[in-house]
């Protein structure tokens, strides 16, 4: 079986037409099991949760309108899967619950976008990568990998290694390593999954998420796993599928997990 959990429609409308463009595609490719995971920036039922001037400037969606989307597409017949992107906010757990609770949400995937004000993955802000201590961006990085993990709001974790997408990586392999081997840890004592997503693929990184070497310490640890192409446009759902197979079967991966309203089930991967 393929999964893609993480896409979204933000650069189109909140429409049936427009969300069946993306489930034609996802059926198109062989997958079977197909989510839309909104960023849950956009909604004004996040304010308590995440601000600042960037997001403030996106957020124009309402859930009640999202739901409603939903509801028309089982109503059609389309199977999709409800589910939000939500940007862990430290501090912020029961707010997140709150929010996780209100909805019923297939899954949830949880994402690192901010170190304290730096949009890590924010085309505004990458120069703000030659003026920071890159050390001390990806240690906060993944201290709020290792967070997210250990609140277990989080049904999937999504591009578990986003830190990497300008290239810029720490030089030290050993505090790397590090970094990766107190992040799985964290996961495996977790019921949060890892998505392999096809999207870094797309970015300035030009590799998966997450690099061989996180993904090899995920397996030995038990970590289950998702495909994900992170779409924002239909052709991108289920992009380079065969290399994420691929890796994941090389680090030895057999089974992928999958969700239907915060059931989940393992099954044979591909």
């Known amino acids: 079986m393929l999964t893609d959990y993480h896409n979204h429609l933000e650069r189109g409308t909140l429409t049936l037409d427009y969300l069946k463009q993306f489930t034609d595609e996802a059926a198109r490719k062989g997958i079977e099991h197909f989510g839309i995971s909104e960023h849950a920036y956009h909604f004004y039922q996040t304010k308590n949760i995440l601000s600042n001037p960037w997001i403030e400037e996106r957020r124009y969606y309402d859930m009640a309108d999202y739901v409603r989307l939903f509801h028309e597409a089982w109503d059609a017949g389309i199977d999709v899967k409800m589910s939000i992107e939500m940007d862990y906010t430290p501090g912020k757990h029961e707010e997140m619950a709150q929010f996780i609770r209100a909805y019923d949400f297939d899954y949830v995937i ?21 003026r920071r201590d890159i050390y001390d961006t990806y240690r906060k990085y993944f201290d709020q990998v290792v967070t997210l993990a250990e609140s277990n709001l989080f049904d999937i974790i999504g591009h578990l290694d986003l830190v990497k997408i300008f290239k810029y990586v720490p030089e030290d392999e050993e505090f790397l390593l590090e970094q990766y081997d107190r992040a799985t840890t964290a996961l495996a004592n977790s019921k949060t999954c890892v998505e392999i997503s096809t999207a870094g693929l797309r970015k300035p990184v030009g590799e998966l998420y997450p690099d061989p070497r996180l993904l090899q310490m995920c397996y030995d640890k038990g970590v289950p796993i998702v495909l994900s192409s992170d779409a924002h446009v239909p052709q991108d759902v289920g992009a380079d599928y065969d290399k994420a197979i691929a890796l994941a079967k090389t680090v030895g991966y057999t089974e992928i997990m999958t969700f239907s309203k915060g059931e989940r089930k393992a099954v044979p991967l591909g």
Not at 110 to 129: M, P, T
């Open 110 to 130: 949880g994402s690192i976008h901010w170190v304290d004000d730096f949009g890590i993955d924010l085309a505004e802000f990458r120069k703000e990568w030659d």
